[in-house]
């Protein structure tokens, strides 16, 4: 995938995020229309560059929603997400493991880095 169309997916994902919040604790109109703005003007770039999700994504109208603009971001980064590398790098397990305290050994349940690129 090409640089651009990963750091656009990046924008995309944080437009969702975004999005999430204002729906969530911050339902401000200005929040909600700056991420209708910024997922449009990612839209049309998008467009530009992979002319055929024309069909697949339109624009969102101004007025749309905070939880619509995070489901169609979501949707049109998960169009890339094929391609596009893992955004974290390392990924998590669920286990248990024992640490070397001042006090001696102990033991704790917790997440685990099980993978690290």
Same mark, same amino acid.
């Given at each position: 995938?090409?640089?651009?169309?990963? %750091?656009?997916?990046?924008?995309?994902?944080?437009?969702?995020?975004?999005?999430?919040?204002?729906?969530?604790? %911050?339902?401000?109109?200005?929040?909600?229309?700056?991420? !209708?703005?910024?997922?449009?003007?990612?839209?049309?770039?998008?467009?530009?560059?992979?002319?055929?999700?024309?069909?697949?994504?339109?624009?969102?109208?101004?007025?749309?929603?905070?939880?619509? !603009?995070?489901?169609?971001?979501?949707?049109?980064?998960?169009?890339?997400?094929?391609?596009?590398?893992?955004?974290?790098?390392?990924?998590?397990?669920?286990?248990?493991?024992?640490?070397?305290?001042?006090?001696?050994?102990?033991?704790?349940?917790?997440?685990?880095? !099980?993978?690290?690129?």
């Amino acid at each position: 995938m090409e640089t651009e169309t990963v %750091k656009l997916v990046n924008v995309l994902r944080r437009i969702a995020r975004g999005a999430a919040y204002a729906a969530w604790a %911050k339902p401000e109109p200005n929040a909600v229309r700056f991420c !209708v703005n910024q997922y449009n003007k990612v839209l049309v770039r998008l467009v530009e560059l992979e002319p055929n999700i024309r069909t697949l994504f339109t624009p969102l109208p101004e007025d749309a929603s905070a939880d619509i !603009v995070r489901i169609a971001a979501r949707e049109l980064a998960a169009y890339f997400e094929d391609e596009a590398p893992d955004p974290y790098g390392f990924k998590f397990s669920f286990g248990c493991a024992s640490s070397r305290v001042r006090s001696g050994a102990r033991r704790g349940c917790g997440p685990i880095a !099980v993978h690290c690129e």
